[in-house]
């Protein structure tokens, strides 16, 4: 086997999602001299990359701006799979790992259908050797899979080296991220051919990303550090939250509280944050992987250890539906709720897992009207999401039920509670004097986000009821 040192030219990266399309879009803009092609099955999603007019498939601030500058460059998308994986020296493997639906683990472990999809493709058509790079999330020792199935399968020649490459971008920053990376993390076999592999990306990252941010380690540390990662960031939401509904209890301030504790070097103020709960494609998912992984290593009390910050965030999204009902007098029959913000977090358009998804269901279930406002969302999607939601209701009822609204303070019209969901910061600067007149009274706000001056809200007239402040009427 060759262990010269790799020169990548040609990257193909399979998956044109959240992650394939910024990561590889940067990858492109930063290394001019390398040709980029990012390919996907989704003919609608590659169509929306290539769009002429830049309606790219997903929403992330400064994404646009890089795609005008490497499309057409040495930036490519395609649906043609099996070109792009012939054509590369590297291929970035970005596909979706959702958790498992039905079968085996269902509702824990990772459905790595779609990986293996991808990794039987790479082995079919590869008439050459290749550099594999897991981009997607994956439970601890994937890669070790993926090699087998490389090798059972190759053409003669072909010699495949498995690198784990995690992505710790987050949407909504997903550019600047990219652009200053905290770290990027290379796993790798400790074999000279695996070792010049990790050369071969290392020089890939070396055009933006200073050497010392580029961590190097074994594959299965680097699969287990993005989920310890993703779990870890969790757990400190999930604790802050906990906190919250102590603070609601007590009289104390969540904010005066995040505070304190984040002062602490140790601790450090960044993600101590309460909120209605958190959502994202990720943080449930790696979380439960991780349980899954523990349970299946016998190793019980750690499962249980992880499966509490996924209860938590539940609870806290039920808590704070409960306490609009409660707050309502009791009853939100027939009650209009305006619901800001849809997406899973400000600055992006994804609504995987979204705390507004279960509040809502939630106020249907208490039958009231709902209005919903979010300036990125599809309302293809909200509708798609609100079905999934409640799969026994007919779309017509859930139509009957919700409103999608143009503007926020259109959605706030005639309702009895404003419910901010998503921290976006044009709902902080919204006309509240406005929104006042035009909602039924008493005026209620429920902020999830401790996104508004609550005291300037009072001031108009508004009964205010933030996340993890002991002010309750
Ligand atoms: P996504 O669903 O947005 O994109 C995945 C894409 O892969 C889809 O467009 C799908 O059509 C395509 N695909 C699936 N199988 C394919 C195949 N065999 N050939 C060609 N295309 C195929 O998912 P995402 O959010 O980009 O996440 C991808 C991975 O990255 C996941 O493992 C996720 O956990 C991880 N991750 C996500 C984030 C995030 O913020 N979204 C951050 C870090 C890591």
Redesign the pocket.
């Known amino acids: 086997l060759s262990t010269s040192p790799v020169k990548v030219t040609k990257i193909c990266c ?8 910024p990561t590889c879009a940067v990858i492109a803009l930063k290394c001019p001299h390398i040709q980029v092609t990012i ?4 003919e609608a ?1 590659v169509d929306a990359w290539n769009s002429e007019d830049f309606k790219l498939p ?1 929403y992330e601030p400064g994404l646009e701006e890089v795609v005008r500058k490497a499309r057409g460059r040495n930036l490519f998308f395609s649906t043609d ?1 099996d070109k792009g994986i012939q054509d590369a020296d590297l291929i970035f493997v ?5 958790t498992k639906k039905s079968g085996v683990g269902a509702g824990f472990a990772a459905d790595l259908n ?1 990986v293996e ?2 990794t039987r ?1 790479i082995a079919a058509v590869a008439n050459s050797s290749k550099i594999v790079v897991e ?4 439970p601890c020792r994937t890669a070790e899979s993926m090699r087998t199935i490389l090798e059972a399968n190759s053409k003669p020649g072909c010699h495949f080296d498995i690198l784990s490459n ?6 909504g920053t ?1 550019i600047s991220d990219l652009f200053a990376p905290d770290r990027v993390l290379i796993g790798s076999l400790q074999t000279p051919e695996g070792i010049a592999a990790c050369v071969a990306l290392k020089d890939v990252y070396k055009n933006w990303v200073p050497a010392e941010k580029v961590l190097t380690v074994g594959l299965w540390s680097s699969e287990l550090s ?1 989920l310890a990662a993703n779990a870890m960031l969790a757990q400190r939401i999930s604790s802050i939250n906990a906190l919250s509904a102590i603070c609601e209890a007590t009289g104390a301030n969540i904010d005066e509280v995040a505070h304190a504790v984040g002062k602490d070097t140790r601790v450090g103020p960044k993600f101590l944050k309460a909120s209605v709960g958190f959502g ?3 943080f449930q ?2 979380i439960l992987n991780l349980v899954y992984l523990s349970e299946s290593l016998h190793l019980p009390e750690v499962a249980a250890y992880w499966r509490q910050v996924v209860e938590m965030n539940e609870y806290q999204k039920r808590r704070f539906a409960k306490t609009v009902v409660d707050t309502l007098f009791n009853t939100i029959t027939g009650k209009r709720i305006a619901v800001l913000g849809f997406a899973f977090k400000a600055d992006t358009g ?1 609504t ?1 897992e979204s705390a507004a998804i279960s509040l809502i269901r939630d106020f249907q279930d208490e039958r009231a009207l709902v209005n919903v406002y979010d300036p990125q969302v599809p309302h293809d999607q909200i509708w798609l999401d609100l079905q999934e939601a409640s799969p026994r209701l007919p779309i017509e009822q859930i139509k009957k039920q919700v409103t999608i609204c143009p503007s926020a303070l259109e959605a706030c019209r005639n309702a009895e509670a404003v419910v901010i969901a998503t921290e976006w910061a044009e709902f902080r600067e919204i006309d509240w004097e406005a929104v006042y007149k035009n909602m039924n009274k008493p005026a209620f706000v429920f902020d999830g986000r401790l996104l508004v001056d609550a005291e300037k809200l009072r001031k108009i007239g508004f009964k205010v009821t933030s996340i993890g402040r002991g002010e309750r009427l």
């Open positions: 399979i998956g044109a999602g959240y992650v394939g399309g390919v996907d099955l989704n999603r997903i799979v970005s596909v979706n790992t959702p779609y999809l991808a493709r981009k997607s999330t994956v995690p992505e710790f971008l987050a949407e997903a993005k994202g494609s990720c998912k790696d994804d995987r």
